[in-house]
């Protein structure tokens, strides 16, 4: 099929395209035909050797943490690596009921854009941060496709401490890509738009897509210590289609490259429109140059509208600040900073190994895999070996940078990484398999099923100068009969591969949440012992904490605010009877957890509250803002099972109707406290 499909592309792409879904169709319906025989591929998977090689004891922990992307639940998870247990959720781009995350009054300024609060996003790339060019366990840096954001995760608490908005920007696909340093995080456009120099997007008749739609690629300074970030500048690109990108390394770190499609321009039916054209391009940036250029006043300047929110440190409180300029290049106006190289048409991934002079380009419809040098692409550069310009950008000849093609590889390559041993390793879509070749002589050595229709692959460190060359993940967009059916939509699936030996082995399979599009791993030593275990209760700064039982107050402040200050311990609130409230009033419920000890979380929800619970970690304060809508008794209680008397963690809150002359008062297993006179 492989021979016939090949033809077929040489002699007429849009048959090739089609045969190559027919037989993607065929390949996931029938799991005979997609993984051979299955018997014998499950039948490895579960023998002695492939059970021990996961097999985590009770009370042992994994090798590695891997981050895999949720798509489009706006969340990356948290897995072990070999176990394939499922560690933690971590919301970034949606609120999440289980802690309250975009419903606290703390968290929902997380959410915050010039769109308004949006409490979801497509999130597809985690990208660990580096020193050296080597993953450091930091910070996980993590893109919105949707909303253009950049958000940032910190390791120590595993928790989304900062989100920026990107303007300028639609489908912001093409990122986030840390240079070796954390230099910059770098995001490019999927979508190009019609800019509007003023700010914003142009009102653009769609017909006119060729001529005023452009793209942008930003560059996000990150703080060396703090990792805060700052979008310092934004490259304006031609309106092609910017999908992945990855960053050079050794000789190539001062580089960054793009993949890119629909270089026809085409606003419309692009399945057809963008892909007429032989080839389109792989775009090279010289970041820092670019860098330069911006420093040196190449940049112009042009109003702006974008969100940055950040979450305090000490008071866990999240704030946006609103920013209203952003500078840009022109690649015209920068000479040396950005070429273009011809790739396969359609080109998805874009991988550099691991030395740095290999850069992988995945073309969908290709039948070979083009390995570009970075040692031939700075001759032909020097040598002006150029095939003409786009928007004033030199087009680099297609035989001056590569190195060698892979023939006949699969069907539908996607993504390569390395093993830092000699050896890469491809993804085929359509053909559902993971194709390992040698970077020596650019020969396919092994082939592994996948069950089924493989997307994104990852290797610990594979993009890294220093791969962890023991495991491979196949993250497989269709399960069919992997699992228990669960209704019309199936678990997304992930595989774990062992690389370590000359053939590839199939170790597990383990269901994934949502659709994860790609993944991260790091070897456990470099966060866990960073990780937090509590947080200091005197160096709690939220303006309503209340650190002792004595300071727990219920206050109203002028008509229809109530604030209450509470305190958790095991196994009470204070207060637990508060009387007082009114229909209609605004409550605030300020909760502070005392306990200075691991893994002691308490929950906090009150019956009729229409948003979520709130999850309140040692040592922190959260807020749930409750508005009751008639007169009665609620009780409230912990959410999170702390002590053997957890049950008894309750209380009770009075509403009586409004106008009504009930006094507030409080109390916790004793008489009730005085009326509190009104703040002012």
């Known amino acids: 099929m492989e021979t016939l499909i090949t033809k077929f592309r040489k002699a007429a792409p849009k048959a090739a395209l089609l045969m190559a879904v027919v037989a993607g169709a065929a390949l996931q319906g029938c799991s005979k035909i997609a993984g051979g025989d299955t018997a014998g591929a499950t039948a490895t998977a579960l023998s002695s050797d492939a059970a021990s090689a996961v097999y985590v004891a009770p009370g042992k922990h994994d090798e590695l943490y891997s981050f895999l992307s949720g798509g489009f639940n706006g969340q990356v998870s948290v897995y072990g690596i070999p176990s ?30 010039s769109h308004g609060f949006v409490p979801w996003d497509d999130l597809h790339h985690p990208k660990l941060s580096r020193t050296n060019g080597q993953t450091d366990g930091r910070w996980l840096f993590v893109n919105g496709n949707n909303t253009p954001r950049v958000a940032r995760i910190d390791l120590t608490t595993f928790e989304t401490v900062e989100i920026m908005e990107i303007p300028n920007s639609a489908g912001n696909h093409c990122s986030p890509y840390p240079t070796n340093n954390n230099e910059y995080v770098i995001a490019g456009t999927r979508f190009s738009v019609p800019l509007d120099m003023k700010g914003g997007t142009g009102d653009v008749a769609l017909d006119k897509y060729e001529e005023e739609f452009r793209g942008s690629i930003s ?15 934004q490259i304006l690109v031609p309106g092609f289609d910017y999908d992945l990108a990855n960053g050079g390394k050794g000789p190539s770190e001062d580089w960054v490259f793009f993949t890119t499609y629909n270089s026809e321009k085409s606003g419309t039916l692009k399945e057809v429109g963008a892909s007429q054209n032989d080839k389109d391009y792989l775009a090279a940036v010289n970041w820092k140059l670019a860098a330069k250029y911006a420093k040196e006043g190449k940049a112009r300047e042009m109003p702006a509208n974008y969100y940055h929110n950040k979450m305090d440190k000490n008071s866990h409180i999240a704030k946006s600040t609103v920013k209203k300029k952003v500078r840009y290049l022109l690649p015209e106006e920068c000479p040396g900073m950005m070429y273009l190289l011809p790739a396969p048409k359609s080109p998805h991934g874009i991988d550099v190994d691991p030395t740095g002079e290999y850069m992988v380009v995945s073309g ?28 004033g950008i030199p087009v680099l000849k297609y035989e001056s940078v590569l190195k060698a093609e892979v023939k006949e590889p699969g069907l539908g390559p996607l993504h390569t990484e390395f093993d830092g041993k000699g050896n890469a390793y491809t993804s085929m879509f359509v053909s559902s398999e993971v194709v390992k070749w040698k970077l020596s002589d650019f020969t396919v050595v092994d082939r592994m099923p996948v069950y089924y229709s493989v997307g994104h692959l990852m290797i610990p460190g594979g993009d890294t100068k220093e791969p962890y060359g023991k495991y491979l993940v196949a993250m497989n967009k269709i399960t069919k009969d992997r699992y228990l059916p669960t209704g019309p939509e199936l678990a997304h699936s992930a595989q774990l591969i062992d690389i370590s030996g000359e053939k590839m082995k199939m170790l597990l399979d383990f269901p994934t949440v949502a659709e994860p599009h790609y993944a991260q791993a790091i070897k456990a030593d470099l966060v866990a012992p960073k990780s937090v275990k509590f947080f200091k209760l005197d160096e709690n700064n939220h303006p309503h904490a209340t650190k002792k039982e004595s300071e727990a107050s219920v206050k109203r402040e002028g008509k229809n605010v109530v604030r209450i200050k509470m305190t958790a311990i095991r196994s009470h609130m204070t207060p637990d009877n508060i009387e007082g409230v009114q229909v209609g009033d605004t409550v605030y419920f300020h909760v502070t957890n005392l306990e200075q000890d691991w893994d002691v ?16 970690m040692p040592g922190a304060t959260q807020t749930l803002k409750w508005m009751p809508k008639k007169a009665g008794v609620y009780p409230f209680y912990c959410t999170d099972f702390c002590s053997a008397l957890h049950q008894e963690m309750q ?3 009075r509403v009586s109707p409004k106008g009504s002359n009930v006094p507030i ?10 009326p509190v006179a009104s703040a002012k």
Do not use: C, W
């Not at 289980?98 to 854009?113: C, F």
């Not at 419809?365 to 040692?375: N, R």
């Open 665 to 674: 008062t409080f109390s916790t297993g004793k008489k009730k406290q005085a």
């Open 601 to 616: 979380p308490h929950g906090f929800a009150v019956m009729g509250a229409n948003n979520a619970e709130t999850l309140i």
């Open 651 to 653: 209380g009770y809150i």
């Open 219 to 233: 560059f996000i300074k990150v703080d060396p210590e703090k990792g805060d970030m700052d979008l310092d500048f």
């Open 84 to 113: 394939g247990r499922l560690l933690k959720i971590i919301p970034v781009f949606t609120q999440h009921g289980e802690n309250g995350y975009g419903y606290s009054e703390e968290s929902k300024a997380m959410l915050n854009t």
């Open 364 to 391: 969908k419809l290709a039948s070979a895999i083009p390995v570009f040098s970075f040692s031939k692409m700075q001759a032909a550069i020097k040598n002006k070996q150029f095939d003409g310009e786009k928007n």
